[in-house]
């Protein structure tokens, strides 16, 4: 019986933390987004990382790769820390180039031409085929 308690109190602990971890993820996903949103830039996605370039983890704050799209619609990749108490900061930003996973919705692959509202399928500009993926918006 005591065996069986001991048990489910550590179960309890082990759930209770990865809950918190969890939660702590999502908390700090929103503030990366609001971070990055503040500066006019447009949030993509952010990964949990156990390090960053020249960071080491500590106790009380968690790193993530993100990847953001800049007020002039260019795509970074950063690496960035926060905390609760930190806020955040962000580390070795490159710019990417267009093809980097995101698909651009309304611009052509090849020179960037607007494509909002196209309906040929190819770019008005350089005659370059749209992706599939933006025919389906
Ligand atoms: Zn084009």
Known sequence: MELLTIIAVAVGGIGLLVGVRILDGAIDKARIKKYVESRGGEFREAKWRLFAPGWLGNKNQRMY???????????HLAHCKTSM????????????????????????????YDLTGNVSGICPECGTPLHPQQRET
Not at 86 to 110: A, M, R
Request: net charge negative; proline share 5%.
């Open 65 to 75: 790769r993100v990847v953001y799209r800049d007020g002039n619609g260019v795509n």
């Open 85 to 112: 108490f930190s806020g955040v900061y962000f580390t070795g930003d490159v710019v990417l180039p267009h093809s980097y996973k995101q698909i651009p919705e309304d611009e052509c692959l090849s020179c960037g």
